[in-house]
């Protein structure tokens, strides 16, 4: 089961800044935060991903809470081509086993309007 | 290839009858990763492949679910005596590794079985 929870939709205007929030509350030490969107009938993309510091690149940041109970990513522009569903996954690092496994949950589906 | 690459795109078979979906992971990857998902629905973990490891099955929903990689390369996904239900999406994905690197997605099976 996803270790994740997370709001099932949410709204953002266009080029305004879209946070979607995380909670993670049972997440170990071991385990990174994961994110990813997917577009309609497109497979899931790659998004970011930290352990305990924020991170951004070029599509987002990423910002965890101190005690790693959450987190919130941001699309700090959002387009109409950000509208897709986005999932947080908590995945524990290592081999062999379920290390290193990718559980999504529901996710939550961002609508970008203009 | 430069991605993930899944065959057939799409695939209808009869009710009862046994089908084959491949999956060709980046060059290089040792993790490998199935899914599928239904009409609307998020994505259903089935099976995680890494390196020599066992694999994490846990997320097969039956005896008539199996998966392969054979010479840690590509992996076949056999679901035997189709039925209705097992209409989906199924999709593959790899990785570098199972630590902390980014998956990658191929664009999907769609199975239909009528």
């Known amino acids: 089961d996803a270790k994740t929870t997370q709001p099932p939709s949410m709204d953002c205007a266009e080029g305004r800044a879209a946070n979607l929030p995380c909670n993670h509350s049972?997440?170990?030490?071991?385990?990174?935060v994961y994110w990813y969107r997917q577009i309609h009938s497109q497979g899931p993309q790659y998004i970011i991903h930290?352990?305990?510091?924020?991170e951004t690149n070029e599509m987002a940041s990423l910002i965890i809470t101190e005690d790693r109970k959450s987190s919130t990513l941001i699309l700090p522009h959002a387009t109409l081509r950000d509208t897709a569903v986005y999932y947080c996954?908590?995945?524990?690092w290592g081999y062999g086993g379920s290390q290193g496994n990718l559980i999504f949950g529901k996710g939550t589906k961002l609508s970008v309007k203009p | 290839g430069a991605g993930v690459s899944q065959s057939p795109s799409n695939k209808v078979t009869e009710k009862g009858k046994d089908v084959e979906l491949r999956c060709d992971p980046i060059?290089?990857?040792?993790?490998l990763y199935w899914y599928r998902q239904s009409l609307g629905q998020g994505l259903e973990f089935l099976i995680y492949?890494?390196?020599?490891?066992?694999?994490?099955k846990s997320g097969l929903p039956s005896d008539r679910f199996s998966a392969e990689r054979t010479g840690g390369s590509v992996s076949t996904l056999t679901i035997q005596r189709t039925q209705q239900e097992d209409s989906a999406v199924y999709l593959c994905?790899?990785?570098?590794?199972?630590?902390?690197?980014?998956?990658?997605f191929g664009q999907g099976t769609r199975l239909t079985v009528v």
């Open positions: 492949f890494q390196g020599n490891s066992a694999p994490d």
């Open positions: 930290g352990l305990k510091n924020n």
């Open positions: 994905a790899s990785s570098l590794d199972s630590m902390r690197t980014e998956a990658f």
């Open positions: 996954i908590v995945r524990p």
């Open positions: 049972t997440i170990s030490g071991n385990e990174y």
């Open positions: 060059s290089g990857h040792t993790a």
